[in-house]
Structures are given as structure tokens and as C-alpha cells.
């Protein structure tokens, strides 16, 4: 698969980014955000990595990038707000470099909650949302669409499984539970994978 990488222009200075590309002409554009920067949060944290991976499998470009202040990003931590600005930056530079395509937005931990925030700014709203361990409790996580994909896992120890639960009720919300997992889903990333490719394409691949 090829691969590009980028600088697009942010609210705080460039973001620094990864685009992967299908082999075959894009079906959608992802866009993958990362965990908590102050807690070592990277785009190249393995669970990004593999949802990257995984739209790239299923047509889409895939756009990981750092958040400010991280790696070659410029500007600080700012608690979500400018992190959700940064999302809006990629995406216009994603719809600028690849067109006018379906757009899903994916997170994973702070960066679901990034994302769930993002969805609400956009217009079009996006075409799909996916969120990986969502940081609720440790956020103010809004509510989103009743057909995002949540995935959490059973033996998640920074934001416990109840939580998310919780704050899923009374959106009448399905979240799909790994058994046996943390919230990295260590060992558990193929099975990850799988989920998003069956969520996305109906069938398991």
C-alpha cells in the first residue's frame, strides 16, 4: 500500500500526519485519531495503526496524524478543544487531497472522544463513526448517532467497562465488548480488526 507522508496546516501550526492509500481507487476517506498525548499518546500507537490498516482493506486512504505538541506537531495540549480542531484540519486537507469522498472519523481512547466531538461540527455530518475505548468518565463524551461503532473491552482498567455502558443506555447505544481485553487490546488486535472489517463490510475477512 502506498504510503504518504504529509504536513497539513492546523490552528496551532502544521500537524504532522501518515497517509495510507489503497491499492485500488478510495471508496471513503478515515480518519484515525490518537490516545492521550499527555500519557505518551502517538498516531503510531498500536491500535491506531491497526484501524488504519484495516480501512486500508477496506478501501479507504487512511489519515493517522500526531495531535499538537506531538511529535513534529506544532503547538501544546489543550484538554480536546484544539485537539478537535485538528481533526477539522485533516479532514480539510483530506477532502482537498482526495476528494469529496465518504468520510469516517475513528478514534481510539481520547481520541474517540476527539472524534465524537469532531462528528458534531461537521456538515455534512460524517458518514461514519467509530470509537475505539472511549475516554468516558475521564471526558465529557456527547452523545453521537445511533448507528457509530463502539467497541470496548471486558478488562478495560483506565476506563472501566460500566462507564461506557452508562454514558451508551440511554442513547439506546450498542457497544460491542472483547472479552479478556485491556484497554490496549493487547493479543487482541486481530480480533479488533475483525469487528471493524465485519461493522464496515457485513462479512468477516
Known sequence: M???????????GNLEGIAL??????RAIAVIAHPLPTMGGTMDNK??????????ELGC???????RG???????????NGEMEDVLAIVRHAQQEYGGLPLILSGFSFGAYVQ???????????????????????FTMPAVRHDTLVVHGELDDVVPLADV????????LPVIVVTGAGHFFHGK??????IVLQHFSGTAK
Open 165 to 172: 455502558l452508562q454514558w451508551a443506555r440511554p442513547q439506546h
Open 189 to 194: 488486535l486481530t480480533q479488533l480488526k475483525q
Open 2 to 12: 502506498p504510503i504518504h507522508k504529509f504536513f497539513a496546516a492546523g490552528t496551532a
Open 47 to 56: 491500535v491506531v495503526t491497526t484501524l488504519a490498516k484495516t480501512f486500508v
Open 61 to 67: 486512504v487512511a489519515l493517522r496524524f500526531n495531535f
Open 116 to 138: 465524537a466531538r469532531a462528528a458534531q461540527q461537521l456538515h455534512p455530518h460524517p458518514h461514519r463513526l467509530v470509537l475505539i475505548a472511549p475516554a468516558v468518565g475521564r
Open 21 to 26: 492509500l489503497p491499492d485500488e481507487t478510495p
Open 70 to 80: 506531538v511529535g513534529a506537531s506544532g503547538g501544546e495540549f489543550d484538554s480536546g
